[in-house]
């Protein structure tokens, strides 16, 4: 195919008259070459799509179970310990001991936290079959979730290696090992307001009906 044709066609090979060294058309010894046009290249780009792969090449399922079992391993000496570590462990443990035998929250059973606080941790009993530690379950699951959230919105904002260095600073912080290795208020609420960021950040993203729902449930629960 003659130059001057291939050159309408980008991405077709051609045959050039031109030797190898030479500048004279007509030269034995024809090279065979490829048109490559800007247009061409973008589509192959655009086409192969992002990189699914995180930093160092792991893929974003296996970062997230390290850091799950980084946080979980650095909070199973207080998760179980035997005795209550401060004063809110010993209370709101006792308080779910209540809720096993039938008392209703904030009835039978006095708090200051909002009303999913007890419900959560009646939850997360029920998780940990009602057994000497379940009522830290809850407040492990709370770890697990400021975790996974913190990495997600690093990793959306700033990259997958900014998303790492995130989430496992939360999961080695000790406030956040201190409240959420025991049974206090903080630990779940913490937990509670970093999903509700995870949450916007993805809407900011998606802006869907679903994803609006979602932000707009996880801030209220948050609120209260």
Do not use: K
């Amino acid at each position: 195919m003659r130059s001057d044709m291939a050159a309408g066609y980008p991405g077709l090979t051609r045959l050039a008259t031109v030797a190898l060294g030479s500048d004279n058309p007509g030269d034995p010894a024809p090279v065979r070459c490829r048109t490559v046009s800007p247009m061409s290249e973008t589509t192959r780009e655009t086409d192969s799509g992002p990189d699914t792969r995180s930093s160092g090449g792991i893929s974003g399922w296996r970062i997230a179970l390290i850091l799950v079992v980084l946080t979980v391993v650095l909070r199973l000496p207080a998760f179980l310990s035997s005795r209550h570590l401060v004063f809110d462990d010993g209370t709101y443990g006792v308080s779910v001991l209540d809720m096993r035998h039938g008392l209703a929250p904030y009835r039978g059973v006095f708090s200051a936290q909002g009303p999913l606080h007890f419900s959560l941790l009646y939850l997360g009993d029920l998780l940990g079959f009602r057994s000497i530690d379940g009522p830290r379950v809850a407040p492990m699951l709370a770890g697990i979730a400021a975790t996974i959230a913190t990495w997600a919105i690093a990793r959306r904002l700033a990259g997958s290696t900014a998303g790492v260095f995130a989430g496992v600073l939360v999961a080695t912080s000790g406030s956040m090992i201190w409240t959420t290795g025991q049974v206090t208020g903080d630990g779940i609420a913490s937990a509670l307001a970093v999903c509700a960021v995870w949450a916007a950040v993805a809407y900011r993203d998606d802006p869907r009906l679903r994803n609006a729902l979602v932000t707009g449930a996880v801030m209220a629960r948050h609120s209260r």
